[in-house]
């Protein structure tokens, strides 16, 4: 295999620092913009702001890409991966107690 | 190329129904999925068991795939026969977003290279933007304070001037931010797979995750600190050294002090806005009478006292 070495990379870090449009998060989950509204719809994930335009918190990004992959390769609906994923987040904070 | 078993990755027999195969690999989902499970292997078995069942819930590709016989064993070497494109023609299977190049050697040869539109037409048009890549680091907790550097090493699959997908080894090097905490990610734009038809790039996240510390405790952005302190310290009250992640700081204890009392240095935990606190617990360690003369100061403390610590339970 090839070797090739990319120095000094600066990545973002996905908190609540930084925001995301939809159609920048849609981009980053390789899905339509549909597919994301869907997601809030169901709560899956929350927009940052109540604005008219969403705004989504970085930590977004993260959580519907679990709940697609959750959706898909478990055959859950959107309600259910919600609840997979609040349940996994309450497991690992009384994990790290 | 090595010889999959896709019966003996789910746990099937050969003759296994349809329905028994849909049964199993959802139960082997269940607990091996990445976004789910705890166990180490957890990603490569899953993509092995999803590749397992991309074929045999196919009947057309399981009955192909049936013809190798039992008497092909898993990790053998294995070459397809010279006739297999003519006779088998698949157009390439795999409902997946993002991860096309997921799917093994072994499973490309003999069907084609995954690229799935999938996820019910709600991909992003035609183009495909490349497989996003999910990694994690492992660093110490001083590290995430102050910020490094570290260097990864991943395989990512890269289209060839053929236009096929070869998996390639990339090592970068990437900036870990002051004040990341655990858990969270780092997103590396277009640092992932390759898109395909002059589609962009996939993203690269980057997992961070602490290194248990010896006697630090991260919970987000506040460090929790067990203090061991004398009786003496405790009882009357005294300013002690406490290490922090910026350095020792002085801290006063207030007099009257007991084990399990919670003290906080403001902002002197991970940095950020705001930064997090540094939480310090007493824990009040008794030196042992070991010589005569400390013997002798205890028993001047017995003498001196009558108070019962038990009281609250009765006895």
């Known amino acids: 295999m090839a070797e090739r070495t990319l120095a000094g990379l600066r990545g973002i870090v996905l908190d609540e620092q930084v925001t995301f449009t939809l159609g920048e998060l849609s981009h980053a989950c390789g899905v339509r913009t549909e597919l994301v509204v ?60 | 190329m090595e010889f999959k078993d896709y019966y003996q990755i789910l746990g099937v027999e050969r003759d296994a129904s349809q329905d028994d195969i849909k049964r199993a690999y959802r ?14 292997d957890a990603e490569a078995r899953f993509k092995e068991m999803k590749e397992a069942y991309e074929v045999l819930k196919d009947p057309e590709k399981r009955s192909a795939y049936d013809q190798f016989g039992a008497n092909w064993k898993a990790g053998q070497d294995f070459q397809p026969p010279p006739n297999w494109q003519r006779e088998y023609s698949f157009g390439g299977g795999g409902e997946s977003f993002g991860d096309a190049g997921q799917f093994s050697d072994f499973f490309e040869t003999l ?42 090493t991943l395989e990512v699959p890269e289209a060839d001037t ?28 277009k ?87 540094q939480y310090v617990e007493l824990k009040v360690v008794v030196p042992p009478a070991s010589d005569e003369k400390t013997r002798e100061l205890y028993e001047t403390l017995e003498r001196g006292h009558s108070v019962n610590p038990r009281a609250k339970l009765g006895v």
């Not at chain 1, 702001?49 to 990004?61: A, L």
């Not at chain 2, 492992?138 to 910020?147: H, N, S």
């Open chain 1, 38 to 97: 869907e997601m809030v719809d169901h709560g899956v994930i929350e927009p940052a702001t109540s604005t008219d335009e969403w705004q989504f918190y970085g930590d977004s990004i993260v959580r519907a890409q679990r709940a697609l992959r959750l959706v898909q390769d478990l055959e859950l609906n959107w309600p259910g991966a919600a609840l997979v994923l609040d349940l996994l987040d309450e497991l690992d904070r009384l994990q790290k107690r």
């Open chain 2, 27 to 40: 139960r082997l989902a269940r607990k091996y999925h990445p976004d789910v499970s705890k166990e180490s």
């Open chain 2, 111 to 152: 069907f084609g290279q995954a690229r799935g539109e999938g996820f019910g037409g709600f991909r992003t048009g035609g183009r495909m933007k490349g497989e996003d890549i999910n990694a994690s680091v492992t660093i110490p907790l001083e590290d995430a304070y102050r910020g490094a550097s570290r260097t990864i």
């Open chain 2, 162 to 189: 053929d236009g096929s997908v070869r998996r390639r080894r990339k090592t970068l090097n990437v900036k870990i931010p002051p004040g990341i905490t655990a858990g969270k990610r780092i997103r590396l734009e």
């Open chain 2, 191 to 277: 640092q992932g797979g390759p898109g395909f038809g002059g589609s962009p790039p996939g993203d690269l996240y980057l997992a961070i995750d602490f290194e248990p510390h010896p006697f630090y405790r991260a919970d987000g952005r506040d460090i929790h600190l067990e203090l061991p302190v004398t009786p003496w310290e405790a009882a009357l009250g005294r300013k002690v050294k406490v290490p922090t992640l910026g350095g020792a700081v002085d801290l006063q204890i207030p007099a009257g002090s007991s084990s399990g009392k919670m003290l906080r240095l403001k902002g002197r935990g991970l940095s950020g806005t705001p930064p997090g606190d």
